[in-house]
């Protein structure tokens, strides 16, 4: 479904990704795990050619999308929650919700207003709120729901538990876990462990822009001093 390979990215003369590879099959949940500045959300931003890729590819269903335009790749059915949400905080969660939408994809999950209400409940509750009266756990639930607006055939997630409340928290697991039944591939960038395990299929852990592991968890496991050496605070 994706194919990073080799990817390099700078931030003015400072290389950020160097030499990044990974891959996310069909129907997989891979969680990208690291600490804070080991390029965790530049390898996301790359991903959607947010940011130019200075060498590598990525590839998203079997095509080349390197030097696209962002927009070109969201229409391609790439989906892309960003870490800081971007809802559109004077629009309700219906009209958020519609700035999302697109056509539905052969082959693809297809989400709609009530499928979306069905997997967030407390957007359902809150449908004709603003989107600056709602917490932040429920703003990032809307930023994950208008993505799915565009029935992506991928999922880009960055950070989905960071600073929310313990009870969105287990909402967001069971959220990940139904978007994974339901066949959607989701690369999602996280700093928890304990979430990562609870939704993903493999691990990746990054350090200085590389991965250093790729495996499933036990695995990881396997191998204690890598979560010593790379995500240990």
Not at 200 to 225: K, T, Y
């Amino acid at each position: 479904m994706l194919e990073l390979e080799g990817l390099e990215v700078f931030y003015g003369k400072a290389q950020i990704l160097q030499g990044l590879s990974l891959s996310v099959g069909p129907g997989e949940v891979v969680a990208l795990l690291g600490r804070n500045g080991a390029g965790k959300t530049t390898t996301l931003k790359a991903t959607m050619q947010m940011l130019p890729v200075a060498g590598g590819q990525v590839r998203f269903r079997g095509e080349d999308i390197t030097g696209s335009d962002p927009y070109r790749v969201a229409r391609a059915g790439l989906g892309y929650v960003p870490e800081d949400r971007r809802i559109f905080t004077q629009l309700t969660v219906r009209e958020n919700l519609e700035t999302g939408r697109q056509a539905a994809r052969e082959g693809v999950p297809r989400w709609d207003e009530a499928a979306l209400f069905e997997l967030f409940p407390n957007l359902a509750e809150r449908a004709e709120a603003r989107g600056k009266a709602l917490s932040g756990g429920e703003q990032q639930m809307l930023s994950i729901a208008r993505t799915l607006m565009g029935n992506p055939a991928c999922l880009l997630l960055d950070e989905p538990s960071e600073g929310i409340a313990p009870v969105i928290v287990t909402e967001m697991a069971r959220a990940i876990l139904r978007l994974k039944r339901e066949g959607l591939s989701v690369l999602l960038s996280e700093q928890a462990l304990p979430f990562a395990r609870a939704v993903a299929d493999r691990v990746a852990v990054i350090d200085h822009g590389r991965v250093v592991f790729e495996g499933d968890f036990s695995a990881l496991d396997a191998a204690p001093e890598i979560a010593k050496r790379h995500l240990a605070v």
